[in-house]
């Protein structure tokens, strides 16, 4: 019979906790794209796409959001590779703005891998295409679908997900030079896109017709007792909007930062008016606003470049509930 003391137990049940430590602590410390020398690609299903990286803000999270979506029907985690910088350069515009959508993604510091199955899959910027056709295809469990289209701007991609996605945005309640909305004030948000807009053929709403819209919201919106109408001008030419507020009661101004913006809109946008049809922006202003209550420049009367060529389907990239205003078909106005 052997007689072990108990000091020496006591030795040998350190000595295994100290190497199991030392195991969990260099598992750890494995590549994140590697366990135990498998590539993790081998350990589950993934997707990806083309990114519009340089584009801003709008249609950055039109791509991410619309790209979740589809990894959900599809049963897939949704990667990013980071191919250049202005990957990473994208990445931090998000990661300002709406840092929980980017934590749905797995982000690798590397190049497209060769084992990609490259899908042909949305061609168009803002028309939906279905992601179930996908199911269809013949793959291996290990290959990652990388799809080839760009934009995804249509709402269609990413269906019963605004609450999660408003839940992703940074939140912030610093915004001492803007009217705040509760049971006295009514906020209506006018955005502007103008710029570039002009370069691309892309529709610009007009003064004549903000002003319109806006005396309409003003007219038509229902209030509560005591309750006042205010508006707030957002946007890329800050001339330009200060002419409509120039001279005007209850009419505010927003030098804030795009994450600001949105983040404003979330707590306080009782309703949002998109000004030129096309805006991302100002899309995704509407859609996370507090109030639901969306009116936009109706597209189908303009002479908008997309919307000609039959790149945009307005059933698909505006939705139902929003409410289209007629404005100017000629978009240099």
Not at 44 to 65: M, P, T, W, Y
Not at 66 to 93: A, C, D, E, K, W
Not at 235 to 244: A, T
Not at 269 to 297: E, P, R
Request: proline share 4%; hydrophobic share 40%; with cysteine.
């Amino acid at each position: 019979m052997i007689i072990v003391s108990r000091g020496f137990s006591l030795y040998f049940f350190l000595l295994w906790t100290f190497l199991l430590v030392l195991v969990v602590y260099f598992y750890t410390l494995l590549p994140e794209n590697e366990v135990n020398g498998t590539p993790v690609f081998e350990e589950r299903k993934f997707i990806s796409s083309n990114f519009a990286v340089s584009k801003q803000l709008g249609n950055n999270i039109f791509e991410l959001a619309s790209i979740l979506g589809i990894s959900r029907v599809l049963h897939r985690t949704p990667v990013i590779f980071l191919q250049n910088s202005t990957y990473q350069y994208m990445l931090n515009r998000v990661i300002q703005s709406i840092p929980g959508l980017l934590e749905e993604f797995l982000v690798l510091n590397e190049t497209v891998p060769d084992q990609v199955v490259w899908v042909d899959f949305n061609r168009k910027c803002c028309t939906f295409e279905n992601p179930q056709k996908l199911k269809n295809w013949k793959l291996q469990e290990n290959e990652i679908i990388y799809l080839t289209g760009l934009y995804y701007q249509s709402f269609k991609y990413f269906p019963n997900m605004r609450s999660e996605l408003r839940g992703f945005l940074e939140t912030s309640e610093k915004f001492p030079t803007l009217p705040k909305s509760d049971n006295k004030n009514y906020v209506t948000c006018v955005h502007i896109r103008r710029s570039d807009f002009f370069d691309v053929g892309f529709h610009v709403g007009s003064e004549k017709s903000i002003r319109e819209v806006i005396g309409y919201i003003k007219t038509n919106v229902t209030l509560l007792q005591d309750q006042k109408v205010s508006f707030v001008i957002f946007g890329d030419d800050i001339n330009f909007m200060r002419s409509l507020i120039q001279n005007q009661v209850n009419y505010y101004l927003s030098e804030n930062s795009d994450s600001e913006d949105l983040a404003y809109a979330k707590k306080n946008c009782d309703a949002v008016f998109i000004s030129s049809a096309h805006s991302t922006f100002g899309w995704w202003m509407g859609y996370l606003s507090k109030g639901n209550q969306v009116y936009y420049a109706d597209i189908r009367g303009t002479n908008d470049s997309v919307y000609k060529t039959g790149d945009l389907k307005p059933d698909d990239y505006y939705l139902p509930h929003w409410i289209p205003v007629k404005v100017e078909a000629d978009i240099f106005v």
